[in-house]
């Protein structure tokens, strides 16, 4: 639940606020998960360990277009871009994103519908200069194209 | 007040989606001011719905960013559909919003 | 010592190459999507909301152009109150509203006005934003026409200019010359028009680094720390002063905030 620190306390209109837009959440259709989270994949503290998790070596291929800044202006927020054309690798049906030097590599796993368009854009933390990786699942195969993104100290050390 | 922004066009038979999430993604691993361990409070679960259908569901980790950002395009979509985005955290908080295709 | 430190600053302010796009890919990749859209948002609602003793909102509070007129109002501060008899920023302004329409005590308020780790943002951080995007577009036009204005941005100027602390620095020691950086971040030139305004224009700003919006005057705070200054007060002659500084070197730019900064 958001907070915003406010030295008076917070006032009951806002609570009641927040409660509202809860309940209104809570009754949506539920969740239409056919997959289970790969939990073990997102646990695992190392590049080639995250990967068996997801289900082998995955082997580079070009069809994957990968697009992350070389360098960041801070860590915590880079930006990067995927996208697959289906006449270069068709049937993608996952596509995962994994930042080599975080403590857990993994940070996230689309699952894409049919008519959806393999193009996923979002936005991951990078602790330490290093490579990302998009992984991509097609046809129960692992590809992936990795690229190295160089995170920055800003100013006076902050 | 909604905690998703959602922004959705289509174009020569594509709808592109742009969502911003209010969220602060906590790690776990960071501590406050006095020390204290910040308790882990990131999205889990993510989805897009065009109408009923979900186009793209995921499951993210607390490497996304604070105040995520999420960008997918589908294929067909008309202006004034409807697109919605949904979460659930790990705390079993949730969050939804919606628009109308432009 | 002095000698050290100016040597050292010497080494780290490395001149930018004159094409310095280092970081234009990221903002390309970032795109119009900032977080701090939800913060205005968040500062609209306070601003609305009947809150302390007198349960009333801050709908009458005076910004200069008259009881809850906010548009264009952040663009012409700092500037002088009669009911205060004093010139003041934005957040001393709303402070002041805070205790006199909402009876909320000054000492509760300057207790934490600014976010710490881990908090998602303060109701000053989230009013300012709100007010900073009520005054998106409008020409930086702080008030200099009554004396005490013009002797804050005198002060200022003194300021800006004074070295001191461990470090032997000022605000000119990073801010006065044109297309330095430390590391990677470019340091604006305060003393330069164009920079000045571009650099004034954009605060409020969300943070990357932090995931939160901050404030002018938190950033001058947070100057003062880097400095090893000693801290810098809410509100005091020496914020406002340095804020009329760099509003009126900004003056006839345009407002750009809230920004998106690291």
């Known amino acids: 639940m958001m907070k915003l620190t406010d030295s008076t306390g917070l006032s009951r209109r806002r609570i009641l606020g927040w409660s509202a837009m809860l309940g209104a959440a809570m009754s949506l259709p539920t969740r239409v998960w056919a997959w289970v989270r790969p939990e073990a994949a997102f646990v695992a503290t190392g590049l080639d360990q995250a990967l068996a998790e997801l289900g082998g070596t995955p082997t580079v291929h070009d069809g994957i277009q990968f697009t992350t800044p070389d360098i960041a202006e801070n860590g915590a927020v880079v930006p990067i871009r995927i996208e697959v054309d289906p006449a270069a690798l068709p049937n993608v049906s996952k596509v995962s994103v994994l930042v080599e030097m975080n403590p857990n590599p993994m940070a996230a796993v689309f699952d894409i519908a049919p008519d959806t368009e393999v193009y996923i854009e979002t936005r991951v933390k990078v602790a330490q200069t290093c490579n990302l990786y998009a992984v991509v699942e097609a046809d129960g195969q692992l590809f992936m194209q990795s690229r190295e993104t160089k995170v920055t100290l800003g100013g006076c050390g902050g | ?102 | 010592m002095i000698k050290k430190w100016a040597w050292l600053i010497g080494i780290l302010a490395m001149p930018v190459l004159s094409d310095d796009g280092i970081f234009d890919e990221y903002r390309d990749l970032m795109g119009d999507d900032n977080p701090a859209i939800f913060v205005i948002d968040e500062g609209e609602a306070l601003w609305f909301e009947a809150q302390g003793p007198l349960d009333t909102s801050l709908e009458r509070c005076d910004l200069g152009l008259g009881p809850g007129v906010t548009a264009g109002a952040y663009a012409r501060f700092p500037r002088y109150f009669e009911d205060t008899d004093s010139v003041m920023d934005i957040e001393s302004r709303l402070l002041h509203c805070m205790q006199t329409l909402q009876g909320r005590e000054r000492a509760v308020l300057l207790a934490k006005p600014y976010s710490l780790r881990g908090d998602l943002g303060t109701e000053l951080e989230a009013l300012v934003t709100w007010l900073a995007a009520e005054s998106e577009g409008a020409v930086i036009a702080p008030e200099q026409a009554h004396p005490a204005e013009r002797e804050m941005y005198a002060l200022g100027e003194e300021i800006f200019f004074y070295r001191a602390g461990p470090h032997d620095f000022s605000c000119a020691t990073c801010h006065e010359q044109s297309n330095m950086r430390i590391r990677l971040q470019a340091l604006p030139n305060l003393t330069n028009h164009d920079a000045a305004a571009e650099a004034f224009g954009s605060w409020p700003a969300y943070r990357i680094s932090e995931g939160l919006v901050r404030t002018m005057g938190w950033r001058l705070q947070d100057c003062f720390r880097q400095q090893r200054w000693p801290g810098l007060r809410l509100g005091s002659d020496v914020s406002v002063a340095l804020q009329t500084y760099m509003a009126v070197n900004a003056a006839g730019g345009v407002m750009t905030a809230p920004g998106l900064k690291r």
């Open chain 2, 1 to 102: 007040m909604s905690r998703i922004k959602i922004r959705a066009q289509q174009a020569d038979g594509v709808t592109e989606v742009k969502a911003l999430m209010r969220h602060p993604m906590e790690t776990g691993m960071r501590k406050d001011q006095s020390g204290e361990a910040i308790p882990a409070h990131f999205i889990t679960e993510v989805a897009v719905f065009h109408g009923e259908r979900a186009v793209m569901q995921g499951y993210w980790g607390a490497a996304v960013s604070a105040n995520p950002f999420l960008g997918v395009r589908f294929k067909g979509g008309a202006a004034g559909d409807t697109v919605k985005v949904t979460w659930v955290d790990n705390q079993g908080g949730t969050g939804e919003g919606e628009t109308t295709i432009r």
